[in-house]
T-cell receptor
Framework: DTGVSQNPRHKITKRGQNVTFRCDPI?????LYWYRQTLGQGPEFLTY????????KSRLLSDRFSAERPKGSFSTLEIQRTEQGDSAMYLC??????????????FGEGSRLTVL | AQSVTQLGSHVSVSEGALVLLRCNYS??????LFWYVQYPNQGLQLLLK??????LVKGINGFEAEFKKSETSFHLTKPSAHMSDAAEYFC????????????FGSGTRLLVRP
């Protein structure tokens, strides 16, 4: 399967713990986006990368959140000192820049976070 | 600022009936509009898109949508629903800057009754 891969698919953690999610995009894709989806809502933009450069961060991304994309390949999203409000599905999407221009993003299946 | 509004969080139709999912947008510039579908336990996938040109766009699985500037709408239709169409559908508008990020509506869950 050469689609976007996200791990872990499910994570249950206690409030205050740190969690990290990984996204492996489609290999030739230079754009990578992170979105967050809560119950009953559509995906909300968190941040995006062009190759290894993080070009924009949403105001939703508090100081407890950090994302990286070393060498422009896989990406990680880390949440420190988790809070119950962080419970959500975290979605990763990738594309070529030209595809992103026309809205064609390729999404992974998501990583569901539950904070107890 | 750009936004989309999807009317109806749940739509239920009988198999074989017309599917109509509503989306209205707000944009200060000519919008690029999209419909994405999310089947259970799968990632979102692009169903169809409007960028420029023909205002009636066709997508996968027999879906189509019409861009109506005067009504600021981009409703999704399918003449005859199939059980396999049961999914959540999201309308989205593209942020017309270098990020090209998508701004999604809250989604409509389509239920298809046998």
């Amino acid at each position: 399967d050469t689609g976007v891969s996200q791990n872990p698919r499910h994570k249950i953690t206690k409030r205050g713990q740190n969690v990290t999610f990984r996204c492996d995009p489609i290999s030739e894709h230079n754009r990578l986006y992170w979105y967050r989806q809560t119950l009953g809502q559509g995906p909300e933009f968190l941040t995006y990368f062009q190759n290894e450069a993080q070009l924009e961060k949403s105001r939703l991304l508090s100081d407890r959140f950090s994302a990286e994309r070393p060498k422009g390949s896989f990406s990680t999203l880390e949440i420190q000192r988790t809070e119950q409000g962080d419970s959500a599905m975290y979605l990763c999407a990738s594309s070529l820049r030209g595809q992103a221009y026309t809205g064609e993003l390729f999404f992974g299946e998501g990583s569901r976070l539950t904070v107890l | 600022a750009q936004s989309v509004t999807q009317l109806g969080s749940h739509v239920s139709v009988s198999e074989g009936a017309l599917v109509l999912l509503r989306c209205n947008y707000s944009s200060s510039v000519p919008p690029y509009l999209f419909w994405y579908v999310q089947y259970p336990n799968q990632g979102l996938q692009l169903l169809l898109k409007y960028t420029t040109g023909a205002t009636l766009v066709k997508g996968i699985n027999g879906f189509e949508a019409e861009f109506k500037k005067s009504e600021t709408s981009f409703h999704l239709t399918k003449p005859s629903a199939h059980m396999s169409d049961a999914a959540e559908y999201f309308c989205a508008v593209s942020r017309m800057d270098s990020s090209y990020k998508l701004i999604f509506g809250s989604g409509t869950r389509l239920l298809v009754r046998p």
